[in-house]
């Protein structure tokens, strides 16, 4: 019965560095306890390597599987999801670590840590983690070499560089088939399997609501939204609305997006000046899709709503790219039926009394919603409004705190004031949550509009024109729509560092220059879906039934590539040995013309045996001829390879029998 290895203390060492390495992007996410634990048990294990002691009883374990399970049960109210899931992975590659014995239980081990690589993933894709995660695999991929050896090599240092050569090797030679299979893998609508539904709980965007404090929470983040690539010159500033929810129910704090039906047409009643351009909008698990005002056109699978926002047939849970075109001049919902006009007329009861009234005097001064419109504007910007990131608290009442004391506010508090003041003289309003405006990157010719610039404005129905948009935020700082919102506000208001402007030049050029690169991968690699394959087989002039077509190109070149990849290799390996075999057949042809034949099934050590024992002027010469021809052949040292064929070769040009 063969015996297997017990995993040495070298081996242990490796193969606790990888796991550690792999589960540290982790911490960060992990309740501190369980950090702590792991990491405990992971030093536990090393102490037990280092001073030979006997592993944990079963019985310890299973009770620290029951504790810990249980308190990751109680942190995350379940066993299942992904921040659960990864937690009690984590967990459990602790544990199992804590009872391996032999090295077949460290290559388990050394799996499940590929496993863990995978669920770095569920959290981020950048291109700072996937080189992070290669650098992972790489380290655990050497590990698993170590644990190979039936014999540890001599050095330390030369296993190492032996262990991280090899490992490297690997990688490198499995880079034509991961090529191969990333092109031709035929690409399904949907992913094959659906991420838990805490994947998403976290993002960062819009909601269906907004109150006082919505969208200025949304200013501090630097996350992206959404980049957009137009196909001629970008739209000034002033015309950048990214269109998002309609908000047309209102509590009296409250503002909400009603659900609307779907139309598969968009019915303008004039447009002009189109704009085409691309967009690629970030994960945000809504199903609404942002688009300039107004859209002229529907990307595949999306609808849109009489308010014209478009909506995904699926909630977005992964980049997505579109194709659009929009009109900067347009008219629409100049015949809204007479439901809808009603609905953008309610006001809650009992909230705003002054607010009310000051709407009556409004209509009973100027009669139409034009002139009402314009004198409210006119009321926002010689009222001495001031627009701030920290407006002081509203009470019950609070567009009449807004208006009538306080004047201190942010976007959501200039709209939601407006529209309210609109219904209150009996002109239909709604408000609009969005985008606003965005950073244009040189580098790749494209916009990066951030959460940072989330902004909320009006429309108001005006007869024989529809719906028109009204931004009340710019009657009292211009400055927001025309040069962002840093400009908008004092030097002391604290913002995110890159919706700041100014700053140190080197720093904001080579954070453009890393942007430009993440969207490239985001659109090379990220965004490799069906389309991008259908596309790139029709280019390269295939056509018809792609499945069939993708699985005939993905086995014929899988076979090219392992081909090829077999060839390079024994070729290597043929030009390693035949400088060796070489040196050793002149050696046995010299000790041949001595009289002493080398056997057609003697081996090499056996052969300078005999040599000892039949010539011994011979053996030491031969002995060491011997010893590096084996070093050289069947070593593990391959870091001296040269330095051994040269001593070699010496040693057999001096020999002479």
């Known amino acids: 019965m063969t015996t297997i290895p017990a995993i040495s203390l070298r081996n242990t060492v490796w193969l606790t560095t990888a796991l550690v390495l792999v589960a540290a992007p982790h911490v960060e996410r992990l309740p501190l306890w369980l950090s702590v634990l792991a990491g405990a048990m992971c030093v536990w294990r090393l102490y037990l390597a280092r001073t030979r002691l006997a592993l944990p009883a079963r019985w310890l374990l299973v009770a620290i599987v029951m504790a810990s399970a249980a308190a990751i049960y109680l942190n995350y109210r379940t066993l299942f999801g992904r921040d659960a899931g990864v937690a009690l992975l984590v967990l459990m590659i602790s544990l199992k670590l804590l009872e391996t014995r032999t090295q077949?239980?460290?290559?388990?081990l050394a799996f499940i840590g590929y496993f863990l690589v995978i669920t770095n993933f569920f959290y981020t894709q950048s291109i700072p983690t996937a080189l992070y995660l290669l650098a992972c695999v790489w380290f655990i991929t050497a590990a698993m070499i170590g644990l190979q050896y039936t014999r540890e090599p001599a050095g330390y240092r030369a296993q190492l560089r032996h262990q991280l050569r090899t490992s490297a090797i690997m990688l490198a030679q499995s880079v034509p088939l991961m090529v191969v299979f990333f092109v031709l893998f035929p690409r399904v609508q949907g992913p094959l399997w659906g991420m838990p539904s805490d994947a998403f709980a976290g993002v960062t965007g819009l909601s269906d609501s907004m109150s006082p404090g919505t969208i200025n929470q949304l200013v501090?983040?630097?996350?992206?939204?959404?980049?957009?690539?137009?196909?001629?010159?970008?739209?000034?500033?002033?015309?950048?609305y990214w269109r998002g929810p309609v908000m047309l129910d209102f509590d009296g704090l409250t503002w909400t997006a009603p659900p609307r039906p779907f139309l598969n047409r968009v019915d303008l009643e004039r447009r002009a000046n189109p704009v085409r351009y691309s967009v690629t909008v970030e994960p945000h698990n809504r199903r609404w899709l942002f688009a300039l005002d107004m859209p002229g056109t529907l990307p595949p699978r999306a609808s849109i709503t009489p308010d014209y926002l478009l909506l995904s047939h699926m909630p977005v849970t992964s980049r997505m790219r579109y194709d659009l075109s929009s009109y900067l001049d347009y008219e629409f919902g100049a015949n809204s039926n007479e439901f809808m006009l009603q609905r953008a007329l309610q006001l809650p009861r009992g909230f705003n009394p002054r607010t009310l009234e000051l709407g009556r005097q409004l209509r009973s001064r100027h009669g139409d919603n034009e002139a009402i419109m314009n004198a409210s504007l006119t009321l926002f910007r010689e009222q001495k409004f001031i627009y701030t990131l920290e407006p002081p608290l509203l009470g019950r009442h609070s567009v009449d705190e807004f208006i009538f004391n306080t004047r201190q506010g942010f976007c959501e508090h200039f709209s939601s004031a407006f529209v309210v003041l609109m219904r209150a003289a009996g002109v239909p309003a709604r408000v609009v949550t969005g985008y606003l405006g965005g950073e244009y990157n040189p580098l790749g010719n494209y916009l990066i509009v951030r959460q940072s610039d989330a902004?909320?404005?009006?429309?108001?129905?005006?007869?024989?024109?529809?719906?028109?948009?009204?931004?009340?935020?710019?009657?009292?700082?211009?400055?927001?729509?025309?040069?962002?919102?840093?400009?908008?506000?004092?030097?002391?208001?604290?913002?995110?560092?890159?919706?700041?402007?100014?700053?140190?030049?080197?720093m904001h050029q080579l954070a453009l220059t890393l942007d430009s690169l993440a969207n490239t991968w985001n659109q090379t690699v990220l965004g490799y879906n069906l389309e991008s394959q259908r596309a790139l087989l029709y280019r390269a002039g295939f056509d018809g039934d792609t499945m069939r077509t993708l699985a005939m190109l993905l086995i014929i070149a899988t076979i090219v590539a392992t081909l090829i990849l077999a060839l390079v290799t024994l070729t290597q390996r043929r030009r390693t040995r035949e400088p060796v075999l070489a040196e050793y057949r002149k050696f046995c042809e010299k000790m041949a013309q001595a009289g002493i034949t080398r056997g057609d099934a003697e081996g090499p050590r056996d052969f300078a045996t005999r040599i000892a024992k039949t010539r011994p002027e011979f053996a030491s010469a031969a002995g060491e001829i011997t010893r590096l021809y084996v070093s050289l052949r069947y070593g593990h040292d391959q870091e001296n390879k040269n330095q051994y064929l040269i001593k070699l070769q010496q040693y057999v040009k001096a020999f002479s029998a």
């Open 455 to 506: 902004h909320a404005w009006a429309e108001v129905w005006i007869e024989n024109r529809g719906w028109v948009r009204i931004d009340p935020t710019n009657s009292v700082s211009p400055a927001r729509a025309e040069g962002g919102l840093a400009a908008a506000l004092p030097d002391s208001a604290l913002l995110p560092r890159r919706a700041r402007s100014g700053g140190n030049a080197l």
């Open 104 to 108: 077949r239980d460290g290559m388990v």
């Open 220 to 240: 501090f983040s630097d996350d992206v939204a959404l980049r957009a690539e137009f196909t001629g010159a970008v739209p000034p500033p002033t015309k950048l």
